[in-house]
């Protein structure tokens, strides 16, 4: 975290931590037109698709996130630990040694061989309340979908899901404003993930198979390869990494289809638009709304000076539809677009991202072929925009199509 | 030899087979990726990484 430093009158400003702060406003859209970029109470913000897709591979800019548990007085533990040695906030050769020990296990061909097992699961979970007309989409779909994908790479047992759905989501705690009130809770859960992961590892380790986890056992490269330590922390970071964010996307995902049920009926007929569902999705309607970056040096950006220590936070949403790059940014399945930000950009760039895009696009053609004029039901509620957003619970209706 | 063909209307920079391949594939000072054309068959495992890391898939290798 760093105070702003810059101080440009004609500059838009916006206030990132207000709850009703809101990406997809007037607001931003006007703040957009006046300017790449805004000051925020916590840095600057990105707003523009190109200078978005610029800074997020800047050399000069590294990953913010590293502070955060400092930024909220934390300075030690089991979760201030394991955060400050995950992949996520390394940099420079010590990230890539990890990323590249671990890259093998996410080959798509690989995620390939999963995609009956999403489907399966898939259609389990519709079967469930397809004749009721009516379900509490995150509780009875997306939670669950966004889990069991996780167990089922992971080869933990299905049945484990709602223990490891509790611990990550208590992980998550951590990255809300309420961090060091739930300090407590969060270590617990960080040592009992520790625990699963663990036990993973030490059984894999004994009699290796083709599955994921034995290939991140076995990973080799060049005669280097993981500790017992660092496949630990890889470990969790998927699951935290990969639970919450699946889950609150595919929330969205029928929120933006809602809006736009023409859509949800092109979707229907063509299930093989099932990958740009995604895609348009993550553009018009991300969950992580920002992805954070820190100044390693100063540096001078299209003429706005850029101090060493200035958080940059780079808007997704707010560059997946700038009019600059998206002349037509509605949702659109048909469109040829550029490519969105939503799973971050450059060194960091999503590790997950070929398993969220085959689950997701496994499980939106799915529910549309089998659920007709889904809308909302009444009780819905969210999370804010700031950070990480999606419905916390979202009831809905539909008509049983088949 | 081994002829690696990038599209560049599809990369987007992000670096990832720099990350996989060192050896082939590196980003220059502004940013932008710069490799080599060809490459021996030493290379072909990290290049094969390469390929398969790069989250738009715009890396291409003829044998
Ligand atoms: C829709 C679902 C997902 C979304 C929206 C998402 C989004 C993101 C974003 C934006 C980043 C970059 C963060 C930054 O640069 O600060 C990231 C990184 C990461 N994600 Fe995902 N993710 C998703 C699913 C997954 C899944 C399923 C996994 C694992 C199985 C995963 C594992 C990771 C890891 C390990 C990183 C860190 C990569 C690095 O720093 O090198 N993600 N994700
Ligand atoms: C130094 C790095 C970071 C800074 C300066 C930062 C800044 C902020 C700010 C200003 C807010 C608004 C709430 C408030 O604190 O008043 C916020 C909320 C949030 N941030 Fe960050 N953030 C950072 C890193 C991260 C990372 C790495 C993640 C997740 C991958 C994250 C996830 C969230 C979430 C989920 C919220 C919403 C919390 C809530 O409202 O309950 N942040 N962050
Ligand atoms: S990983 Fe792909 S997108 Fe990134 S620089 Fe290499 S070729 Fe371009």
């Known amino acids: ?402 | 030899m081994n002829t690696i063909d990038v599209d560049r209307s599809l990369c987007d920079n992000h670096g990832q087979c720099a990350i996989a391949a060192p050896a082939v594939f590196r980003m220059n000072a502004e940013g932008i990726l710069e490799y080599e054309a060809t490459v021996e068959d030493a290379l072909l495992d990290e290049v094969e990484e390469a390929i398969d890391v790069c989250p738009v898939q715009a890396i291409f290798l003829k044998n």
């Open chain 1, 1 to 402: 975290m760093s105070t702003p430093t810059i101080n440009v009158p004609d500059v838009p400003y916006l206030d990132i931590s207000d709850p009703s702060f809101a990406m997809q406003s007037e607001a931003l859209r006007s703040a957009r037109e006046q300017s790449w970029y805004a000051r925020t109470n916590f840095g600057l913000a990105v707003l523009r698709y190109d200078e978005v897709s610029k800074l997020l591979k800047s050399p000069q800019l590294i990953q913010g996130s590293a502070k955060w548990p400092a930024h909220n007085g934390v300075h030690g533990g089991l979760f201030y630990d394991w955060w400050t040695k995950n992949l996520l906030v390394l940099e420079g050769e010590d990230h890539h040694r990890i990323r590249r020990l671990l890259n093998p296990a996410f080959s798509p061909r690989l995620i390939k061989e999963l995609v009956p097992r999403f489907q399966e699961l898939a259609n389990e979970l519709v079967d469930a309340f397809i004749e009721a007309g009516e379900c509490e989409f995150v509780r009875d779909f997306a939670e669950p979908y966004a889990t069991r994908v996780l167990t089922i790479l992971l080869g933990i047992p299905e049945s484990e899901w709602p223990k490891i759905a509790r611990l990550a989501s208590t992980v998550g705690l951590a990255l809300g404003v309420t961090f060091k009130q739930d300090l407590d809770k969060v270590e617990a859960a960080v040592a009992e993930l520790y625990e699963y992961a663990e036990e993973l590892i030490k059984d894999r380790q004994a009699d290796p198979g083709e599955d994921f986890v034995s290939r991140l056992v076995l990973a080799n490269r060049d005669g280097d390869r993981l500790s017992d330590e660092e496949l630990r922390n890889a470990l969790v970071l998927l699951i935290f990494g990969g639970m919450d964010t699946t889950r609150n996307q595919l929330g969205l995902a029928m929120q933006s289809f809602m809006r736009n049920p023409e859509q949800w009926e092109l979707l229907a007929r063509r299930p093989d638009l099932g990958g740009k569902a995604v895609e348009e999705v993550m553009r018009t309607n991300p969950t992580v709304t920002w992805v954070t970056r820190e100044a390693v040096e100063d540096f001078t950006y299209q003429g706005l000076f850029i101090e060493k220590g200035t958080t940059v936070h780079l808007f997704t949403q707010s560059s997946g539809t700038d009019p600059r790059a998206f002349p037509d940014p509605g949702m659109d399945l048909l469109g040829e677009h550029a490519p969105h930000y939503g799973f971050g950009g450059g060194v960091h760039h999503c590790l997950g991202h070929f398993v969220a895009r085959a689950d997701m696009s496994e499980a939106l053609p799915l529910l549309a072929r089998r659920l007709a004029d889904p809308h909302l039901a009444g009780g819905d509620e969210w999370l804010p925009d700031s950070g990480n957003t999606g419905p916390v619970r979202l009831p809905i209706a539909f008509t049983k199509r088949a």
